[in-house]
């Protein structure tokens, strides 16, 4: 991948759409205004989603992510291994990721370059490369549409290109979405003195969908009565803690329910214990399908079974494990006719899961019921959460995060109220 210049990695969150000239941020005064990105599905990748960096080349979106990461050239910017930031971005290395020979923070040689640990979320692996200065460039925005070019700096890292393996082809690299100093949302509110707040959301199918980082609005198309701001009215909810893995987003599920049914789910099951990090549910966005822990799953599945056993099975296509004659179920809005499933958050409030997102389509009248059983040994680590709520139950809402208060809130499934998430105005407006 080529670099624009000799002295900078040049991570470009490009919207492709055209803006007003004359509008670019100068003089380091960045408007005080949120950003907003498109991001799309890699189709033959359908558990990742990427929003769009230089020429075109997209990062992989990563909600547990640390940093921003993508290859670089020779020539590229170092940081001093004695400056602060270097102690922030070796603060919260993988886990299983070797330290590197040199680079360390703290190093007083002026000549030290800065080690960080770039991590690839797909397959694993984290490598060790150069500290670097990004330059970003994105679109600021009302909620509604762009409205003109900005640009910024923020700190990320080079990466080898092997680490790129598993990615799919022209990737760059990766955004870190957690809540970790050096995630993109992080250095959005810092850089541009806006919230420390972003909204995703996951379009289906071959739709284009938004994160705007910031806070503020979020309007979507609609049918009548017209665009409608989806963010406001959203319940809040905590998010939690869990000291094993700070960044990634944690949030508590008090039951488990199918066509409004308690599933026998063993008392503590779901619970986060804080002090191995065991249980709990995380936001993932390179999880295809929910995973549940086996004795989670389980239940559930059996659950489910109950209630559609006049349905007839077909061959399951891994890694689902039971797939049907979809041509058994009725058609909705929300997609086939089913109970709905329903995770029992904090507040009496319920994530609700109907036919769209409890099934998949994976063919001509082919349906298969889009949860997963965590395999072993990962289901059995000391740090194993209880449930990976992953894409396919994420798409087509609307899910915001506030990494100040660490709260989330939630759209439910947009198809209910005739939109979803390819909805996004992405003509250039004004304000």
Known sequence: M??????????????????????????????????????????????????????????????????????????????????????????????????????????????????????????????????????????????????????FNVIGSCAPQGLLESLPEGVAGVAGLSKLPLSLPSQVASKLKVAKQFALCLPSGGNTGAAVFGGGPFVLQMGMPGPA???????????????????????????????????????????????????????????????????????LLTAFEKVISGVQWVKPLPPLFRCFDGSSFGSTRLGPALPNIDLMLDNGQNWTLPGASSLVQVGQGVFCFAFQSMPYPASDAPDAPAIIFGNHQMQDNLVQFDLEKNTFGFSGLLLGRSTHCGNFNFNTGSS
């Open 229 to 299: 701001n989806l963010a406001q009215g959203q319940p809040s909810l905590p998010l939690v803690k869990n000291p094993k893995n700070p960044g990634a987003y944690y949030f508590r599920v008090r039951g488990i329910a199918f066509n409004q049914e308690l599933v026998p789910i063993a008392p503590g099951a779901l619970d986060l214990n804080t002090h191995t990090g065991r249980g709990g549910a995380v936001f993932s966005t390179v999880t295809s399908f929910t995973m549940l822990r086996p004795d989670i799953y389980g239940p």
């Open 2 to 151: 080529a670099l624009p210049s000799r002295s900078s990695l040049a991570i470009v969150l490009s919207l492709l759409v055209l803006s007003r000239p004359g509008t670019v941020a100068a003089d380091g005064q960045a408007p005080s205004k949120p950003i907003v990105t498109p991001i799309t599905r890699v189709p033959w990748f359908s558990s990742l989603y990427t929003i769009p960096a230089k020429n075109g080349a997209p990062l992989v979106v990563d909600l547990a992510g640390s940093l921003v990461w993508s290859t670089c050239q020779q020539g590229h910017h170092t940081i001093p291994c004695k400056s602060s930031v270097c102690k922030v971005a070796n603060r919260n290395r993988p886990a299983g990721c070797a330290s590197a020979n040199g680079g360390e923070p703290g190093n007083a040689d002026p000549h030290c370059a800065c080690t960080a640990y770039p991590y690839n979320p797909v397959s694993g692996q984290c490598a060790n490369g150069d500290l670097t200065i990004l330059p970003i460039a994105s679109n600021a925005t009302d909620g509604e549409h762009p409205l003109f070019p900005v640009s």
